[in-house]
Nanobody, 126 residues
């Protein structure tokens, strides 16, 4: 397993922009799939896939965020960022990054990942 830490959440108004980051202090995620999921509070079994970037840097997005969110790696490949633009109230959620050191290929199912961050809250107001 990998210890992941998310950062960058916060509160914005509709149409605003936020940038989330995911890192693994002391460990490398340079070649693993890293995915972002989101979850409503008090809905423990409903983590919704948002975006992911494979170990080969192939990015994929859920339809609900396509053309608004961009997932990328830093130049050192040790941070994975989620740039969220044109945010909507329905994007309000707790956001988690996830990875699995056994995989370079990505999947959009939460059960395929064995390492999760603690989450960071994103709130979009009208």
């Amino acid at each position: 397993q990998v210890h992941l830490v998310e950062s960058g959440g916060g509160s914005v108004q509709t149409g605003g922009t936020l940038r989330l980051s995911c890192a693994a202090p002391g460990q490398s995620i340079a070649n693993f799939c890293v995915a972002w999921f989101r979850q409503k509070l008090n809905r423990e079994n409903e983590r919704q896939w948002v975006a992911s970037i494979s170990g080969w840097d192939s990015a994929e997005y859920a339809d609900s965020v396509k053309d608004r969110f961009i997932v990328s790696r830093d130049n050192d490949r040790e941070n994975v960022n989620l740039e969220m633009t044109n945010l909507k109230p329905e994007d309000t959620d707790m956001y988690y990054c996830a990875t699995d050191p056994r995989r370079r290929q990505c999947f959009n199912r939460s059960w395929m990942f064995n390492s999760w961050g603690q989450g960071t809250q994103v709130t979009v107001s009208t």
